[in-house]
């Protein structure tokens, strides 16, 4: 599936000490001199070598940047050694063996690899023999002045103290998922690129291996290295990275938002920002676990880090009672689903997928995620026919359904009387539909929605179980035109987590109403009725110059400018970390910040959504 980043005001202005600044660098020369000089300096203490180990995420180019690095070294006198460390992992086999409990049987989903680590596919032998050749550069240089370990694992536990200095190259989800989608990635064991390799093997184990890998890792590097253009990179030693983060989790956090295009996808992003390339916009993310992070600390150029990143201070981001339940996870995450055609098209033009999604003991029984997928739809745009689809009709024969969805995934036909079965809302803006797991719904078009959810992996990974789909081509984005394979169903899945809740439930349980909680001259915060069920609560701020808010130092909170041109979010117990926010922008508040405001930049009122957990 294409994905498209929007980079509009989205940097994050972080404060570091100028003795800490100035050792950042910035751009491929200055980075790779930066490291040949590390070398050098290392070189000269006694007759030892140096041994360096470029630890990192997939996609990261490091044979190119290895490269870069051997040359300017030899122009400095020094003479290097490459080592990838494929070269230290069991065969292709062994590996395709491993992830096999992991990808199973599921044409769509896997299961988590809850324990496993990277030295998992480490073969020792291979392993141990790398030892031994570091420990003896260390000694006595050999051959090589500069023994260079570059890739996934170079500083796994049982070599880590072998090396003069420890880097970790990091890369961010997008672009990574650019190159599977291109089959340009090189995965674990191979040394090309695997065609076959897919997501399921990325985020249900590999995912998992790297990402304990770089948690260990983190413990011990001394530089760290934004890697994500190999013609840019940019490298800070240790203390200046984990001043900069430690100081962007006391701030509102924005986010470099992504747009996907779909076979429901519409066109109102058109008159909002300028995307070259996107065609049609399905739904754009604007808050969560796997988008980037853009810092600004002053060193000329932007740094970009993995949103994993900031749960290195899980208790600042998400409080003490989220991370003792659910370790490493940022549980909400807000996405825009667009709606908006110039011309009337029929429903199954602009409808989303019929769905439903799975509670927690679903995720947890079938997949081994550590929470369920609980939904909102929030209505910020509506124009004529807006629609949400949500519940069975009254009088719907249910079983008919579930055999009419079968036998069209079976057959890859239509059902033609589809909307006998699935209750229709008429829809306008302020509208709040809660969606608790097991309720068959989807956005319907003629509208836009903010999206407001859990999530339910550390990894980010989707849980939509679509039902129907009207058997249509999706979206072709080399074409650039509806001509795609038509969707995968989960029919079985879909159907084993249906509640089968019916239009009255919905009327009375799932349209909620916003309740006042405060008033003052200054603003108004509604709170929406919920269900218990519901593990968070849907707020808005009403107001024209400023309004308050609070996470209460344990509240994660996403906010969203819903209307309104431009505010700024500024905590009150330090007001110079203060964000801008756009209009369908949001912005991360962590738990920690406690009392906040947020003020109007522009003329007339502003609406402000926000999404936080019930009990934290």
Same mark, same amino acid.
């Given at each position: ?15 570091? #000490?100028? !003795?800490? =600044?100035? &050792?950042?660098?910035?751009? +491929?020369? *200055? ?91 480490? #073969?020792? !032998?291979? =392993?141990? &023999?790398?030892?031994?050749? +570091?420990? *003896? ?91 994500? #253009? ?387």
């Amino acid at each position: 599936m294409p994905l498209y980043e929007y980079r509009k005001n989205v940097e994050n202005k972080v404060p570091l #000490d100028s !003795a800490l =600044r100035a &050792q950042v660098r910035t751009g +491929l020369a *200055a980075v790779m001199d930066e490291i040949v000089r590390i070398a050098a300096e290392a070189r000269k203490q006694g007759t030892g070598g140096v041994t360096l180990a470029w630890d990192g995420w997939y996609g990261v180019k490091t044979a190119q940047l290895a490269a870069e690095f051997e040359k300017r070294a030899a122009q400095a006198g020094l003479k290097v050694r490459t080592i990838h460390t494929r070269t230290i992992l069991k065969d292709s086999a062994e590996i395709t063996r491993y992830r096999r409990p992991y990808v199973g049987d599921d044409p769509a989903f896997g299961v988590v690899n809850t324990d496993g680590v990277l030295e998992d596919l480490v #073969d020792p !032998a291979r =392993r141990d &023999q790398l030892h031994e050749m +570091l420990k *003896a550069q260390r000694a006595k240089a050999g051959e090589a002045d500069v023994i260079l370990v570059h890739g996934p694992g170079a500083a796994i536990k049982a070599l880590e103290d072998d090396y003069t200095a420890r880097f970790y190259f990091d890369f961010t989800m997008q672009p990574m998922l650019w190159q599977m989608w291109d089959h340009e990635l090189v995965p674990l064991g191979c040394t090309e690129p695997d065609p076959d390799y897919a997501w399921k093997r990325y985020y249900y184990c590999d995912f998992y291996l790297l990402y304990r890998q770089k948690l260990h890792a983190f413990k011990k590097m001394d530089y760290y290295v934004d890697a994500v #253009d190999a013609s840019n990179p940019k490298l800070m030693p240790r203390a200046p990275y984990e001043a900069a983060v430690a100081a962007l989790v006391k701030q509102p956090i924005k986010q470099v938002k992504i747009m996907q295009p779909g076979p429901w996808g519409a066109y109102r992003y058109r008159d909002l920002w300028d995307v070259p390339g996107l065609e049609c916009n399905a739904w754009n993310e604007l808050a969560g676990i796997e988008l980037s992070i853009l810092m600004d600390v002053g060193a000329g150029d932007l740094i970009n880090i993995p949103a994993q990143n900031i749960m290195q201070h899980p208790v600042q981001m998400v409080g003490e009672k989220i991370h003792r339940e659910f370790p490493g996870l940022l549980p909400l995450q807000v996405w825009l689903d667009d709606g908006y055609f110039p011309e009337p098209v029929p429903f199954e033009r602009s409808s989303m997928p019929i769905h439903d999604h799975p509670d927690t003991e679903y995720v947890r029984r079938n997949f081994k995620e550590p929470l369920g997928r609980y939904e909102t739809y929030y209505i910020v745009e509506a124009y004529p026919g807006a629609t949400t689809w949500m519940g069975y009709k009254e009088d719907a024969d249910l079983e008919e359904w579930e055999r009419l969805c079968r036998e069209s995934d079976k057959n890859k036909q239509p059902i033609p009387n589809w909307r006998d079965f699935i209750k229709r809302w008429d829809t306008n803006v302020g509208d709040l539909f809660l969606i608790p797991p097991g309720t068959t719904h989807g956005h319907g078009g003629n509208q836009m929605i903010l999206e407001m959810d859990t999530c339910p992996s550390v990894g980010g990974t989707e849980y939509s179980f679509f039902t129907y789909d009207f058997c249509r081509p999706t979206w072709d984005d080399t074409a650039k035109m509806m001509t795609g394979k038509p969707m995968r169903m989960h029919v079985d899945h879909s159907f084993n987590n249906n509640r089968w809740r019916r239009e009255n439930y919905v009327r009375e349980k799932l349209r909620a109403r916003p309740l006042v909680k405060h008033w003052s001259r200054d603003f108004r915060r509604d709170q929406y009725a919920t269900v218990p069920e519901m593990p968070f609560h849907i707020e808005r701020l009403i107001f024209e110059e400023r309004a308050e808010g609070d996470t209460e130092g344990r509240f994660l909170q996403i906010l969203t400018l819903a209307e309104g041109k431009m505010v700024k979010i500024r905590p009150k117990n330090d007001p110079t970390r203060e964000v801008t926010v756009e209009r369908l922008q949001a912005v991360l508040i962590p738990a920690g910040i406690g009392p906040y405001e947020v003020i109007n930049l522009h003329e007339g009122a502003c609406t402000a959504v926000i999404i936080r957990l019930k009990d934290a």
